[in-house]
């Protein structure tokens, strides 16, 4: 059987890549509980609770078989559900680049997609921090550390987090 998802082509075979490191699985795991804790105040229409907790534990489900594109990796996983495909797609854009990609306004941007970036850019990644809430700040030393002040990953994270913080319905969830 083969994926297809825009310009990522998946073969699936028994032997798809390498095991996914112990600290992303942690990540994944963080992310998961993140949203399930806080899915009922971002008011979300699409997924369920349940879902959401699908969905987020395998945002990063694309390391398996790419490194470098494992949001299109992971859409094409997740493709059997059309919103988590769209979601999984979008989870290391930017609000910009995710209107873009799933053709919406700023302002209709699905909650879950708000949900899901809120617990990803809260959430470490990385040595002890791993899968613990760590909060914005933080988040973004730790990318910075990790990747660079001048990364993509980095300065998607700045981007992302200031969207969040002016659209976000809770003071408690700013970090």
């Given at each position: ?81 059309p919103l988590f495909k769209d979601l999984a797609l979008c989870h290391d854009d930017t609000p910009m680049q ?16 708000l949900l899901l970036w809120s617990a990803v850019y809260q959430v ?52």
């Open positions: 059987m083969i994926f297809k998802h825009s310009n990522c082509e998946i073969a699936s075979t028994p032997d798809i890549g390498y095991a996914i490191p112990s600290s992303r699985v942690m990540f994944m795991h963080g992310v998961a509980e993140y949203c399930y804790q806080y899915y009922n105040r971002f008011n979300c229409k699409h997924l369920s609770k349940e879902e959401m907790y699908l969905l987020a534990y395998n945002h990063d489900i694309g390391y398996l078989i790419n490194d470098m594109g494992h949001a299109d990796a992971s859409s094409a996983l997740l493709s059997f559900n995710a209107c873009i990609e799933l053709h919406k306004r700023p302002d209709t941007l699905p909650r879950e997609l470490g990644e990385f040595n002890e921090q791993a899968g613990k809430v760590i909060g914005y700040d933080a988040k973004l030393l730790e990318l910075k550390k990790h990747y660079g002040g001048k990364s993509r990953e980095y300065l998607n994270a700045v981007e992302t987090i200031r969207y969040l913080k002016e659209v976000s319905l809770d003071d408690a969830l700013r970090g």
